[in-house]
């Protein structure tokens, strides 16, 4: 089945500081979606995203479905932003595939 | 408009036992998926219900099965449940296939199983 890679998998910041997380996958896929995990296991939709770029806020994501990349980048980052960040691939044969995760933590 | 629900959030059962989680769908979305969370994972699929039909199955075995309803809201089935069967369960829903469109999460249902 699909891999899907996500880099890297534990990143601290100080608040204020930008940042890029990564999610590589193997095989080509018919969407993509990016979350944030809260305290309390709820997945939050960020992006859906199986091509080109978006933003929203602070945030945006990139994804270059020919090179099997999407990046989600974190700008002026802030305490609310740590959590678990999550990528999950979606294929034409109807199953999904997520990856580990990173996991950032903001310091004040 | 009602997001994704799934109940209960929590609950304990003993190893052979047999459990029932629930889903109700997004208003308007027609396709719920199943997953399981181990602690320090990602959410790992176990199948997708599409029109009240199984419609795509990851690596899980028989013993989890599932339903969906005529209202889209859904079953899934644990039997003869194992310690390793402890996890988080979580449903999406989406309106049409979740390969064509955004899914959305309900809360989750914490299962320990002792």
């Known amino acids: 089945g699909i891999q899907v890679e996500q880099s890297p998998p534990d990143l601290i910041l100080q608040e204020g500081a930008n940042s890029t997380l990564r999610c590589n996958f193997s095989?080509?896929?018919?969407?993509l979606q990016w979350f944030h995990q809260n305290p309390w296991g709820q997945l939050i939709n960020l992006f859906y995203?199986?091509?080109g770029t978006k933003q929203n806020g602070r945030l945006s994501a990139t994804t270059v479905a020919t090179e099997r990349y999407s990046l989600l980048y974190i700008s002026s980052s802030q305490t609310t932003d740590s959590g678990v960040y999550f990528c999950?691939?979606?294929?034409?044969?109807?199953?999904?595939?997520f990856g580990d995760g990173t996991t950032l933590t903001v310091k004040p | 408009e009602t997001g994704v629900t799934q109940s209960p959030t929590h609950l304990i059962k003993t190893r052979g036992q047999q459990v029932t989680l629930r889903c109700s769908s997004q208003?308007?979305?027609?396709?719920v998926s199943w997953y399981q969370q181990a602690l320090g994972q990602g959410p790992q699929f176990i199948f997708q219900?599409?029109?009240?039909?199984?419609?795509g199955r990851g690596n899980f075995p028989p013993r989890f099965s599932g339903l969906q309803f005529p209202n889209y809201s859904s079953e899934l089935n644990v039997n003869a449940l194992e310690l390793d069967d402890s996890a988080l369960y979580l449903c999406?829903?989406?309106?049409?296939?979740?390969?064509?469109?955004?899914?959305?999460f309900g809360q989750g249902t914490r299962l320990t199983v002792v």
């Open positions: 999406a829903s989406s309106f049409g296939q979740a390969r064509d469109t955004e899914a959305f």
């Open positions: 095989d080509s896929v018919n969407n």
């Open positions: 995203i199986p091509s």
């Open positions: 999950a691939v979606y294929t034409n044969a109807g199953k999904s595939t």
């Open positions: 208003s308007g979305h027609n396709t």
């Open positions: 219900y599409y029109r009240e039909e199984e419609n």
